[in-house]
């Protein structure tokens, strides 16, 4: 079932957005060589506990930590770990956050020390590709626009679309219903509603598309060792456009 939200819940829903965009820019000034994603999953129980605020992910089937930390190769459910993160290091920061029994969803890719031109490309090709999904998420159109526009981009520039990993409802729960492909064609799959909040998160590769899961049955990572990033926002469709629940204000 697909529910379309109440204004009281999209109201919790944006203020455990508004919070988890806050600690996202807290992560960012952490980001220096000789951090460990543990020491930033630390950070991030230690920051939404001292808001009132519960880590969704811990617990969510199984999983063990507040965070997800993807590094490099890792495309997403990357486990936090005690290594040293080294300059030049992409990491990707996921995290659900509830404040309230409201729910908000985003990850953010962050490079160690300084980018170079190769890795900043990357990172602005994939943060533009899902600002060009979000413009597609408007009442009237379907899934398949958003797909579209961010694998026609994304392609364009000579990366690729993760395609075993998808954005999603949200709302009570972590994961509802629609899946919301970061490929696919214009004018095809459900028609968007008022009222719908959706995650769009596209992961997007240096080289091939194609993913495999780690023995931890959690991490996936490219098939190739290119590298991946990500962005996530949570968003609500409104009949005036889409609404960024997690906004940075970063543009
Ligand atoms: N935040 C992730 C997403 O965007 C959800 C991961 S669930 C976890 O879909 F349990 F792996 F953390
Ligand atoms: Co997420």
């Known amino acids: 079932m697909i529910t379309r939200k109440s204004t009281r819940e999209i109201t919790m829903m944006k203020e455990a957005g508004t919070l988890l965009a806050s600690c996202h820019k807290e992560i960012a000034k952490l980001m220096k060589p000789g951090i460990t994603t543990t020491e930033i999953d630390q950070f991030v129980e230690n920051f939404l506990a001292e808001h009132g605020a519960i880590p969704e992910q811990k617990g969510y089937n199984g999983y063990k930590y507040a965070t997800c930390a993807s590094v490099n190769d890792e495309i997403c459910h990357g486990f936090p770990r005690d290594e040293k993160l080294q300059a030049g290091d992409i990491v990707t920061i996921d995290m659900v956050v509830n404040l309230n029994g409201g729910l908000a969803d985003s990850a953010w890719t962050y490079v160690v020390g300084d980018a170079d031109e190769k890795t900043q490309r990357l990172l602005d090709v994939t943060k ?24 026609t981009y994304a392609e364009s520039e000579g990366y690729s679309v993760v395609r075993d990993f998808t954005g999603h409802g949200i709302g009570p729960s972590i994961h509802e ?3 919301i492909p970061h490929y696919g064609e214009a004018g095809k799959g459900l028609r968007l509603k008022e009222g719908m909040v959706v995650t ?11 993913s495999k899961m780690d023995m931890n049955n959690w991490t996936a990572r490219t098939i190739d060792g290119s590298r991946s990033a990500q962005f996530e926002h949570t968003i609500v469709i409104t009949k005036n456009g ?7 204000d970063d543009e």
Not at 242 to 248: G, N, V
């Open 242 to 248: 889409p609404l960024i629940l997690t906004d940075q």
């Open 128 to 151: 533009t590709s899902l600002y060009k999904g979000i413009e597609q998420a408007q009442v009237g159109n379907r899934i398949g626009d958003i797909g579209h526009a961010i694998q």
């Open 177 to 179: 219903k629609p899946h």
């Open 200 to 210: 769009i998160e596209p992961m997007i590769n240096e080289g091939a598309w194609q």
